[in-house]
């Protein structure tokens, strides 16, 4: 039924899936959601079509009844934090995240600073599709204010955390939106910051906006040569972060995730909430603490939901979208910054050590090709013949896919949401475990097909 909103609001290419047109559009169905009334905070990464595409929205917003908070350039998590502050009725950011700059995006967050669910984005597509929006009368349009959102923002998160001593910290903000909010923090909190890629740049030249390997050589080389304490990297709207230690290596986002995990468990039982994909040593670390884990669904709505359903104490993806609910329920790269400051200071121990001390779990990732329309057959398939054919199976999670797991690692077979492939995950304990599991399932997978 949703055709507009994939799995963090509307996105595409400027022009061409979002156009201006579309942008009005979305603002007046999100006002005529709301009833014609109420504030909305507003804010945007700086790409080249954000100013364009928060022109549209704001016209939509105020044609539809609607007041308009504008924040101006800010990371996504800051959005959250303004609708909660000043008890706006919703909240709106624009951007596409970590995709190249051509694109643009525009994700809605409700009253209690939680991005829409599911279910509130087919009701904002409803009004859409069925031409229902309402525009008010002349008398009654909106009115627009500017609102410097983050000093208090960053207050917020500078009071979550005490530090002990001072670091030394390379940050590398891709240009995107967390230039306005990450150095400032850490120069706030006493660190020493130096800056790589921190001035806003819609063009985002200093390097990919996707905080992985690949796009941070720079900032591990700097981390090294200067002898930094620790790298930090966001994505185009600062929502996730991703490490580097003092040794200069990326940080092996499933680790960081199982020591972050561990480090937010405070009493026996507390919950934290991952992904099916996320690898066993998030289980293992929060186990050692007395924790549990819930899994869920990819995407960090899915994360958000199940928090607030478990009243978990924390929540996170390998993606670096990590949640920290006694702050708020948003993925926030400035605050989980400050989280990994925080365990370094705490433990007392370098962010090599502490990852060296993990078991490393080999995991490998294969696409196989199938068309859309045979994928739920597929997959209904791979389920019935995988418990028959996988005897030392311990547990099935139908949550997301088809999740397998055994004494001796897990697989994870799952039909991708955007393209024509069901993606297959593997760990293993050991690397000869991880292929054969591994290629018992592509067996599986591709008999599943054949039928
Ligand atoms: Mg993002």
Redesign the pocket.
């Given at each position: 039924m949703r055709k507009l909103f994939g799995t963090s609001g509307v996105r595409g290419v400027v022009g061409d899936q979002l156009t201006p047109e579309l942008a009005l559009d979305l603002g007046l169905a999100l006002a005529t959601y709301l009833g014609g009334k109420g504030s909305v905070a507003l804010g945007k990464d700086p790409r080249t079509s954000s100013d364009m595409i928060e022109s549209c929205v704001t016209s939509g917003l105020l044609s539809g009844g609607c007041d308009v908070m504008k924040l101006g350039v800010v990371p996504?998590p800051a959005v959250s934090f303004a609708v909660r502050q000043f008890r706006a009725k919703a909240g709106i950011m624009i951007?596409a995240?970590?995709n190249p700059p051509e694109y643009n995006g525009i994700k809605f967050w409700g009253s209690d600073g939680m991005a829409y669910t599911p279910e509130q984005e087919e009701a904002i597509e409803r009004i859409y599709s069925g031409k229902q929006m309402k525009p008010t009368a002349w008398d009654r349009i909106g009115k627009v204010e500017a609102i410097d959102v983050l000093p208090g923002y960053i207050d917020e998160i500078v009071g979550t955390v005490k530090l002990k001593r001072s670091y030394k910290v390379v940050v590398d903000c891709g240009n995107g939106a967390g230039s306005v909010v990450t150095p400032y923090l850490l120069r706030k909190l006493g660190c020493k910051v130096v800056t790589l890629n921190s001035q806003l740049d819609g063009f985002f030249p200093g390097r990919g906006l996707e905080p992985s390997p690949e796009n941070l050589g720079e900032l591990c080389s700097v981390v090294k040569s200067i002898g930094a304490d620790l790298g930090i990297a966001h994505?185009?709207?600062a929502?996730?972060a991703a490490a580097v230690d003092e040794l200069g290596r990326v940080a092996q986002p499933d680790k960081l995730l199982g020591l972050i995990s561990a480090h937010q468990i405070r009493r026996k039982k507390e919950v934290v909430v991952t992904t099916v994909d996320a690898s066993s040593v998030v289980d293992d670390c929060v186990a050692e603490r007395g924790g549990k884990v819930v899994r869920t669904r990819v995407g960090d709505v899915s994360v958000a939901t199940a928090i607030k359903k478990h009243k978990a104490v924390f929540g996170g993806e390998p993606s670096g979208?990590w949640i920290f609910p006694r702050v708020h329920l948003a993925p926030d790269g400035p605050l989980a910054t400050i989280k990994i400051l925080e365990l370094l200071d705490s433990t007392g121990k370098k962010l090599s050590e502490l990852l060296d001390m993990l078991p490393e779990y080999p995991t490998v990732r294969e696409k196989v090709a199938c068309p859309n329309e045979k994928k739920a057959d597929v997959m209904k398939k791979f389920k019935i013949h995988a418990k028959r054919e996988f005897l030392s199976v311990k547990r099935i999670l139908t949550i997301d896919g088809v999740r397998l797991e055994f004494e001796s690692g897990w697989v994870l077979v799952r039909p991708s949401g955007t393209e024509p492939y069901i993606r297959v995950t593997v760990e293993g304990k050991t690397p000869t475990r991880a292929k054969e599991i591994g290629r018992k399932a592509a067996k599986i997978l591709k008999d599943a097909m054949r039928d």
């Open positions: 996504t951007t995240s970590h994505d185009g709207d929502d996730r979208a």
